[in-house]
């Protein structure tokens, strides 16, 4: 069974930073596609980051040079560091793995911006 399990979210003032976890189970996050997006309220699920097994990785044009992904296969986790926040980034954050047989979510973690 596949579990994805985020943590790191909460409500930090503008221009400060927020790091994310999504720690995964049953799969391994060195071996996957791994994703962030982000919902925030009324609006579409949007990408955010990605990091694929090789470690190339993509940021959408929102968060370019203010967010950066990276994993740590030892811990079996992917990270999203956040700086520079902003209201437009307060949203419910997602972590998504792609495998060959299916794709995974973990259930959300909450960041909210103060302005």
């Known amino acids: 069974q596949v579990q994805l399990v985020e943590s790191g979210g909460g409500l930090v003032q503008a221009g400060g930073s927020l790091r994310l976890s999504c720690t995964a189970s049953?799969?391994?996050?060195?071996?996957?596609?791994m994703r962030w997006h982000r919902q925030a309220p009324g609006k579409q699920r949007d990408l955010v980051a990605q990091i694929t097994p090789g470690g190339s990785t993509y940021y959408a044009g929102s968060v370019r040079g203010r967010f950066t992904v990276s994993r740590d296969n030892a811990k079996n986790t992917v990270y999203l560091q956040m700086n520079s926040l902003n209201s437009e980034d307060t949203a419910v954050y997602y972590c998504?793995?792609?495998?060959?047989?299916?794709?995974?979510w973990g259930q959300g973690t909450q960041v909210t911006v103060s302005s």
């Open positions: 998504n793995l792609i495998s060959l047989d299916n794709n995974y």
């Open positions: 049953g799969r391994l996050v060195s071996a996957n596609t």
